[in-house]
């Protein structure tokens, strides 16, 4: 694996990724602040921008370290959750950062409490009739626990789906508007259109589904999931919630239009068709919505009034 390090995780950063990480969530905390498209912003913007565009890792994060060591607020709170700073045997670091941001993450962001859960704890009037008609689908007959298993209802893998292709693309294929996913990664032909498989918690607040937005309609991805070599040959182009800009208008369907490239897309799938019901498809999507923990509806509640850095927060 090109991008593995000492830690045993996959990322971007390969062996300069730090050493004191709690957990596969701390990694991730550490890259969205190296993204010029998320945090860093774009080059000659700033000096995160510049090391950013350099792919320079570690500069982004010393830098940002040495912005939270220069407040003593910040200072003094992560003194108090790890005792290892405050003794003076380690500096302040921003894999510190990303551990207390995985910690926060973990708790703030646990969603266990749906009614899927509150069934599978014995309450059996927490689940209506057709939603456990649709969990019995899903767990049978419509085969979507084969890959939407164990407590996050996903397999943690890479599947291929035939998920129409849209958007300006990767720069991968004949057109440059094509995304390989999870083959671009490993270059291996063989792992071309595989995507990994999304955790199904809070699926119905979660749209536009599909790794590129293009469904709109939870019922809809649902019938592509069933049979995506039919879907994908009649996929119904006003699903995804698309700009409008002009510019972009003329790249969205690019690869869509590309005969060869669907065919492609086709011939990669990895799921076996299942016919269902109308109704029983109704029912299968009345168990996604029993995925839904109530608390995921209203999250102001962990939104501080103020940052130490006095930074402004966002309403």
Known sequence: QPFKN???FVTPAGETLPSKLENILAAQALFPVTSATEMAGQMGENTIANFAAE???TSIWNALAERLRSIPAYVSLFEAAFPKIKNGSNELTFADAANAIAAFESQAFRFDNSPFDAFLRGDDDAMTVDEKMGMSLFYGEAKCASCHSGPFLTDHQFHATAMPQIGPGKNHGTSGREDFGRGAITEDAADNYKFRTPSLRNVALTGPWGHDGAFSDLKEIVIHQLN???ALAYYDRTQPVLTGRSDLDAIDW???DDAVAVDQLADACQIEPVNLEPDEID???SFLY?????RALDMTDIIPSSVPSGLPVAD
Do not use: G, R, W, Y
């Open 6 to 8: 000492k830690n045993f």
């Open 55 to 57: 792919k320079d890792f």
């Open 228 to 230: 995506p070599f039919d």
């Open 254 to 256: 690019i690869a869509m």
């Open 283 to 285: 029912q299968l999507v």
């Open 290 to 294: 029993a995925l839904t923990d109530l």
